[in-house]
T-cell receptor
Framework: RKEVEQDPGPFNVPEGATVAFNCTYSNSASQSFFWYRQDCRKEPKLLMSVYSSGNEDGRFTAQLNRASQYISLLIRDSKLSDSATYLC??????????FGTGTRLKVLA | DTGVSQDPRHKITKRGQNVTFRCDPISEHNRLYWYRQTLGQGPEFLTYFQNEAQLEKSRLLSDRFSAERPKGSFSTLEIQRTEQGDSAMYLCASNHGSGGYTGELFFGEGSRLTVL
């Protein structure tokens, strides 16, 4: 079993739609959680950290479920510019970060 | 520009040749990471430095791979006797950490290696 698993997609959604991604992790001792965004042939960039209480940043909401060992990302009112690959990142220790394979999102006009 | 910089951005080499990549992290960052990414996959952890000490090395890093961070500033990743399977994007990232704190990774734009 992979340490961090994501559905690779692609998710093709119309503009304005709401889309949700899940990510599961295997190490119950994991301490830090993030969503990164990666555009084609570019480096990953932090989208948002994920906190135990859940957090929201504009149209983006991240949730953590420690009991079931998954994190989620919800994107509301999708924009064309949201088209990218979304990488789930889990920190099982004090410094090591494990990336999922990424979920591809394509927002269609 | 005070971000993470990597050099070269692109490298094409023949099988069997040695290649070296350089990473200059953000200046105040004490932690530096190397990742490898192939098409359709997420970045895979290769190795990690805290200051000049290499604290972890993935089993993905065969004996043909070596990384250094001699003065706790820039780092180099060398691949000896390259193989076609080494073709990938090599990403460097840095952050500042102490104790149990884990924060955002800042990535460079990557060094794309093609082995012919």
């Amino acid at each position: 079993r992979k340490e961090v698993e994501q559905d690779p997609g692609p998710f093709n959604v119309p503009e304005g739609a709401t889309v949700a991604f899940n990510c599961t992790y295997s190490n119950s001792a994991s301490q830090s959680f993030f969503w990164y965004r990666q555009d084609c042939r570019k480096e990953p960039k932090l989208l948002m950290s994920v906190y135990s209480s859940g957090n929201e940043d504009g149209r983006f909401t991240a949730q953590l479920n420690r009991a079931s060992q998954y994190i989620s990302l919800l994107i509301r009112d999708s924009k064309l510019s949201d088209s990218a690959t979304y990488l789930c990142v889990v920190g099982p220790g004090t410094y090591k970060y494990i990336f999922g394979t990424g979920t591809r999102l394509k927002v269609l006009a | 520009d005070t971000g993470v910089s990597q050099d070269p951005r692109h490298k094409i080499t023949k099988r069997g040749q040695n290649v070296t990549f350089r990473c200059d992290p953000i200046s105040e960052h004490n932690r530096l990471y190397w990742y490898r990414q192939t098409l359709g996959q997420g970045p895979e952890f290769l190795t990690y430095f805290q200051n000049e000490a290499q604290l972890e090395k993935s089993r993905l890093l065969s004996d043909r791979f070596s990384a250094e961070r001699p003065k706790g500033s820039f780092s180099t990743l060398e691949i000896q006797r390259t193989e076609q399977g080494d073709s990938a994007m090599y990403l460097c990232a840095s952050n500042h950490g102490s104790g149990g704190y884990t924060g955002e990774l800042f990535f460079g734009e990557g060094s794309r290696l093609t082995v012919l």
